[in-house]
């Protein structure tokens, strides 16, 4: 279709490094008023013969600093009547091609910063202004764009400060400026103690010292000045402090926490606390309400004692919240039928709301798991103690009792309050070799009456399963193991075991119940809700799984077993590893919610988190929620927590992603420091991601990630191919793709920063050509230059 010039934006001007950048203004009447400040600019509106081109849309998006979707930029360009679907087919596609992202209420360019955004002022250039980097990246969008911060001089607020973090007003800037960005501070944030804030202290002569940051992002060193070292000594762990100086003087850092040898045993994991901002003790207040906690009697509550319900956990398990009990149903109306108890720990019983134990938990969001060490949401003395189901000893639970037809369909459901006694604590290794004829001591006397019952109800519960087709990306976990003196001993994949699958099958069935019978009571609740893939991701997904000759079905109509026959096809094909990736890669993440958005994962309309209240806030919650929805107690949700739910539940969700964080980060580091004699070392890999810059590739013996540079891939210009997930050399079309296997050697480890990089050994394949060499700006814009590689004949020297 044919490209109107009149309405096309004006071209903007280029602008002074120094000076602020202004959007364009837009042509108007005579007669028009100017524009309000941050409005779209507005363009005549007249209606088109054609559509604006792809390069107009992006420079529109560029020079406004309003909200700009479909309906603004249809009247930006004057596109009326049937015009309308076929800018929004247009729109469509440049999704799809990734040139623009976001919804339709508010368009994007991929990596571009947002009008207004947080920054970190992270250094100086050379005429002593300040430069900023975004807060939070995608590094998949390429290295964060350089943001010039550009300050009036009679902003009356605080001057920011290298290290400080700002709210910032952005404008884009012209495509040949030195920085893509400049930015005005709009207000100066509170200074955390961030992963910015930890180093490594050298010291120097003079009572000095400089600190090297275990930042991987941080771009230099901090000097410590005679007196600001608190008495750090060469080579320590510490946290610190950039030290407030003149606007053009030389910045310098105060040590304010020694923290200890960073070899030492614990303090690889005490880095990641640090660094994300996990408290790890608990305030006077909260230990003196845990050591004040007493036994639970019976009471009003049901007696589950003589019931022989057993906990099935990891072998270095250090908490039991949750038990499990099955029978065969004698009911004659449900013959072959099941009846399954799910017991979990009353955490509610001793954390009340409003109290001290209430609001740490709250804060803590969930319990830290590393491999040296758990930072407990709760006192151990609760955790460890009075919550967990231990073996023999009368403890207080929330249980829920369900019934199940011969083919796992639920059949009706009940919760209690009880007081259970665990006839055993076993590990999932003894549970099944129990049931595969290697009984012990404990297991033994517990198979035919308690173990035969379990794996029985879980067979009936597995067809369920299978016909409700849940998303089967059952991918595997490693397992770091230490010796005693917290080194890296082994790395394992531990087998994944029917045991496993029934406990998680189990726990699913509660956590269901839990969600309907609080919808049944019109309670509100916490979802757990994993949202079906967005629009832009199903669209990149078929467009890769049309280029290895697959089909997408219409999003209208997917759902998690179309996933599941895509990996099924592809199980004994070259793409298996590729396709799991990329389907993997296409899910959205699972937060915590009082909407319910279902959990498309599990391909359930409703779910909830109710069986770890010991280590997850949103479970306490549920439990409070069916305390009093159901009346077993006083010590139910309140009112307020129920005007504070969505506040809540955003604050957990962050605090899951920071456990999250600040886990991979210390497994980096561990595997770092195992892998640092190792320099000069082959491994097999694989290529588990890919940006403009480079591919990140995972060991297969470790599981280790790491990077290779584009400088250490090949001889050509390579160029990012977001369709096919490859990185592709121009002149041979040799690419490298995701899932690819390959072989790589190491030639730096970083354990502190927990950084591997790697040079890349093998040569890249064919991948077909059915797209060609990239024709849209974004692919010509991510071409990257490799480095010269005397193995390759099929390569030519560029000059």
Known sequence: ????????????????????????????????????????????????????????????????????????????????GSDRIALKSLL???????????????????????????????????DGEFVARPATWDEEDGPAPRVLMVESRGNPGPTPGLGDRVLARITPQSADADYPYHARTI?????????????????????????????????????????????????????????????????????????????????????????HGIPDEFPPAAIAEAEAAKEVELGAREDLRDVPLLTIDPVDARDHDDAVFAEADTDPGNEGGWIVIVAIADVAHYVTPGSALD???????????????????????????????????????????????KSGRK????????????????????????????????????????????????????????????????????????????????????????????????????????????????????????????????????????????????????????????LAETRQSPNAELVAEVVLRSQSQAEYSPRNLGHFGLNLRRYAHFTSPIRRYADLIVHRGLIRAVGLGKDGLTDKEIEDLEEISGAISDTERRAMAAERDTTDRLIAAYLADRIGASFPAKVSGLVRSGLFVRLSETGADGFVPASAIGHEYFYHDEVRQALVGEDTGLAFQLGDFVEVRLVEAIPTAGALRFDMLSEGRKIGTAHGKPKSRLLERSKVRGRSNPRSARTRKRR
Not at 111 to 117: D, F, K, Q, R
Not at 119 to 125: F, G, Q, V, Y
Request: net charge positive.
């Open 1 to 80: 279709m044919a490209t109107s010039k009149k309405s096309a934006p004006p071209k903007k001007k280029a602008a002074s490094r120094k000076a602020t950048a202004k959007t364009p203004a837009a042509k108007t009447a005579p007669a028009e008023k100017p524009a309000a400040k941050g409005a779209t600019p507005k363009r005549k509106t007249e209606p088109r013969t054609g559509l604006p081109s792809k390069k107009e849309i992006l420079e529109f998006l560029e020079t406004t600093s309003a909200k700009a979707g479909k309906r603004e930029i249809a009247r930006a360009f004057g596109i009326k």
């Open 92 to 126: 469509r596609e440049m999704a799809g091609d990734g040139l623009i992202a976001g919804s339709r209420r508010k368009l994007t360019r991929p990596g571009a910063l947002p009008s207004v955004t947080v920054l970190e002022i992270a250094s100086r250039d050379a």
């Open 187 to 275: 207000k100066k944030l509170p200074r955390t103690t961030s992963r910015s804030l930890l180093g490594i202290f050298r010291t120097l002569s003079g009572g000095r010292g400089v600190i090297d940051p275990i930042d991987k992002k941080q771009l230099k060193e901090w000097t410590v000045p005679a007196g600001s070292t608190g008495e750090a000594e060469d080579g320590e762990l510490i946290r610190f402090e950039i030290a407030r100086s003149a606007r053009y003087g030389v910045p310098t850092a105060r040590i304010v926490a020694r923290l200890g040898n960073p070899e030492a045993q614990q303090a690889i994991s005490l880095i990641a606390l640090h660094a």
């Open 359 to 405: 609001n740490e938990a709250r804060k803590r969001g969930n319990s830290v798991y590393f491999p040296d060490r758990v930072v407990p949401m709760l006192p151990e003395r609760i955790s460890n103690e009075l919550c967990s189901l231990k073996e023999g000893v009368p403890r207080p639970c929330l249980a829920v009792r369900m019934v199940f037809d």
């Open 411 to 566: 059949k009706g459901h009940r919760f209690l309050r009880g007081l259970m006694r665990s006839a055993a604590s076993l590990s999932y290794e003894q549970a099944q070799a129990a049931i595969d004829g290697r009984t012990d001591e404990a297991t033994g006397p517990l198979l035919d009456p308690v173990l035969r019952p379990l794996w029985g109800a879980y067979a009936s519960l597995s067809k369920a399963r299978d016909a409700r087709g849940p998303l089967e990306l059952d991918l595997p976990e490693r397992k770091i193991l230490l010796d005693d003196k917290g080194r890296v001993r082994d790395i394992a994949t531990p087998p994944r075991l029917d045991a496993h699958r029934l406990i998680e099958e189990f726990m699913i069935q509660a956590n269901v119940a839990a969600a309907e019978t609080l919808e049944a009571k019109r309670s509100p609740l916490i979802y757990r809700v994993h949202d079906a893939p967005s629009k832009e991701k199903l669209v990149a997904l078929g467009d890769f799984l049309a280029t290895i000759d697959m089909k997408l079905p219409k999003a209208g109509t997917l759902k998690p077993e179309q996933f599941n026959r895509i």
